[in-house]
């Protein structure tokens, strides 16, 4: 009974497998061609049905969400004994609460005028020298962070930042950073200057002369000053530099760190005290080599932070928040944007456009998958300036470089911190 039994099991076998090695490829062949063109047809089918009833396509949108790595993106419940919390992945968003609406109550306002004079004379300076693209809050944090959350200020009580001229979507907030961190880094957190200026310079015995011209194209108030180590030159230090940029008014340096001749990292100095923050530099291209690339102007750009939500994240946006001017030249049509995606920030800069929808192209659609109102008929178009390159923060000092800080570092990448690929520093 059972050898006929195996004996009917492998006739179905050679039935549905064949063994002939030709065969079994014509029969590959014939049952993919089917599931692709039931797989076409059931698409199809769906798509009429979501013509005739829209409401389908938003609920098939619901359940079928793209499972990243930032949706699995896992975060940290407390700043844990580090007071600043630059070691921890903690969502300040989360934490502190969410975006106040731009219809709030104006009962906010009144409860700001009775602040103390202190915080009145903060808060004018702050919206004095108040950026365009992001919105930049009071300092005011809650003073009671060892209670309990439920005892903390309601996001009702909290003071609505005041509108700046042109407030960035995407941009990063930059007034939710405890107050440990403004304790630890006072310069950053302080209103940044009308006019910044930067001081551009290399390494010793560098090379990488082109790249530094090209990168005072991108900072607005950038000087570039070669430096040598010829035997007849000066052999200053960087300590030095930052001393002699001080004096002239300069609030950045930039130190440019080559190998085999190649851009492989960039140090920038916040004069005059620090802190100073390491990076590391990968896919630089130039302008130049981007297919279908423009010319760049010398209008101030705009500036887009995105992503920055941790204190580690926080910190690193008020850096490049200082290297800007507040006041972008609108007519320049700029735009500098700083994406962070799992701890790689990617440097973009774009010339925009508004222009006509063209009868064969979409309307503009938001977030939620829905046509945005009042520009049905009106496309963005964007043209790549250059640079383009992606950076990666490795280090961070408490004042200028290693030996200015007495070995003091406030944060360091560690090669462990990638191996659970859910938690990410910035």
């Given at each position: 009974m059972?050898?006929?039994?195996?004996?009917?099991?492998?006739?179905?076998?050679?039935?549905?497998?064949?063994?002939?090695?030709?065969?079994r490829q014509e029969l590959h062949q014939r049952q993919k061609k089917t599931h692709e063109s039931e797989k076409r047809d059931r698409r199809f089918r769906r798509k009429r049905d979501e013509a005739k009833n829209p409401s389908l396509r938003e609920e098939r949108r619901k359940h079928h969400v793209p499972m990243t790595l930032e949706r699995k993106r896992k975060w940290d419940d407390d700043l844990g004994q580090d007071d600043a919390g630059l070691g921890v992945a903690v969502d300040l968003e989360r934490w502190k609460g969410p975006r106040p609406p731009e219809g709030a109550d104006e009962g906010i306002s009144e409860k700001n005028n009775n602040a103390t004079s202190d915080d009145q004379e903060d808060g004018s300076v702050q919206a004095s020298d108040?950026?365009?693209?992001?919105?930049?809050?009071?300092?005011?944090?809650?003073?009671?962070?060892?209670?309990?959350?439920?005892?903390?200020?309601?996001?009702?009580?909290?003071?609505?930042?005041?509108?700046?001229?042109?407030?960035?979507?995407?941009?990063?907030?930059l007034d939710l950073a405890p107050e440990a961190l403004l304790a630890k880094f006072p310069t950053l957190f302080t209103s940044a200057p009308a006019t910044p200026k930067t001081l551009v310079t290399t390494s010793l015995h560098s090379t990488l002369h082109h790249e530094a011209r090209i990168l005072t194209t991108l900072f607005p108030n950038s000087v570039y000053i070669p430096r040598s180590a010829h035997r007849y030159s000066h052999n200053f230090s960087v300590r030095e530099i930052s001393k002699f940029a001080s004096n002239r008014n300069y609030t950045l340096l930039v130190l440019l760190k080559e190998d085999q001749k190649r851009l492989t990292g960039l140090s920038l100095v916040h004069l005059p005290e620090g802190p100073t923050f390491?990076?590391?530099?990968s896919n630089w291209?130039?302008?130049?080599?981007?297919?279908?690339?423009?010319?760049?102007?010398?209008h101030i750009p705009e500036l887009i932070l995105n992503n920055f939500r941790t204190p580690l994240g926080l910190l690193t946006a008020h850096l490049f928040r200082s290297i800007f001017p507040t006041q972008p030249e609108l007519q320049g049509r700029q735009v500098v944007t700083l994406h962070n995606q799992r701890d790689y920030i990617f440097v973009r800069r774009h010339r925009y456009v508004f222009r006509d929808k063209r009868p064969t192209e979409k309307s503009v659609v938001g977030p939620d998958g829905k046509e945005v109102k009042g520009v049905e008929e009106i496309r963005a178009g964007l043209q790549e300036l250059g640079p383009r390159f992606t950076m990666k923060l490795r280090r961070i000092d408490k004042g200028i470089g290693r030996a200015g800080s007495n070995g003091q570092v406030e944060w360091e990448w560690k090669g462990r911190m990638d191996k659970q690929r859910t938690k990410f520093q910035l």
């Amino acid at each position: 009974m059972g050898g006929k039994r195996g004996q009917d099991m492998d006739s179905l076998a050679s039935a549905r497998k064949p063994k002939n090695k030709l065969r079994r490829q014509e029969l590959h062949q014939r049952q993919k061609k089917t599931h692709e063109s039931e797989k076409r047809d059931r698409r199809f089918r769906r798509k009429r049905d979501e013509a005739k009833n829209p409401s389908l396509r938003e609920e098939r949108r619901k359940h079928h969400v793209p499972m990243t790595l930032e949706r699995k993106r896992k975060w940290d419940d407390d700043l844990g004994q580090d007071d600043a919390g630059l070691g921890v992945a903690v969502d300040l968003e989360r934490w502190k609460g969410p975006r106040p609406p731009e219809g709030a109550d104006e009962g906010i306002s009144e409860k700001n005028n009775n602040a103390t004079s202190d915080d009145q004379e903060d808060g004018s300076v702050q919206a004095s020298d108040r950026d365009s693209m992001l919105e930049f809050g009071s300092e005011d944090e809650d003073t009671e962070r060892d209670k309990s959350r439920s005892k903390r200020q309601s996001v009702s009580e909290r003071p609505r930042p005041e509108p700046s001229v042109s407030e960035s979507t995407t941009g990063a907030r930059l007034d939710l950073a405890p107050e440990a961190l403004l304790a630890k880094f006072p310069t950053l957190f302080t209103s940044a200057p009308a006019t910044p200026k930067t001081l551009v310079t290399t390494s010793l015995h560098s090379t990488l002369h082109h790249e530094a011209r090209i990168l005072t194209t991108l900072f607005p108030n950038s000087v570039y000053i070669p430096r040598s180590a010829h035997r007849y030159s000066h052999n200053f230090s960087v300590r030095e530099i930052s001393k002699f940029a001080s004096n002239r008014n300069y609030t950045l340096l930039v130190l440019l760190k080559e190998d085999q001749k190649r851009l492989t990292g960039l140090s920038l100095v916040h004069l005059p005290e620090g802190p100073t923050f390491h990076f590391s530099i990968s896919n630089w291209v130039e302008g130049k080599k981007l297919p279908g690339h423009g010319n760049p102007t010398n209008h101030i750009p705009e500036l887009i932070l995105n992503n920055f939500r941790t204190p580690l994240g926080l910190l690193t946006a008020h850096l490049f928040r200082s290297i800007f001017p507040t006041q972008p030249e609108l007519q320049g049509r700029q735009v500098v944007t700083l994406h962070n995606q799992r701890d790689y920030i990617f440097v973009r800069r774009h010339r925009y456009v508004f222009r006509d929808k063209r009868p064969t192209e979409k309307s503009v659609v938001g977030p939620d998958g829905k046509e945005v109102k009042g520009v049905e008929e009106i496309r963005a178009g964007l043209q790549e300036l250059g640079p383009r390159f992606t950076m990666k923060l490795r280090r961070i000092d408490k004042g200028i470089g290693r030996a200015g800080s007495n070995g003091q570092v406030e944060w360091e990448w560690k090669g462990r911190m990638d191996k659970q690929r859910t938690k990410f520093q910035l």
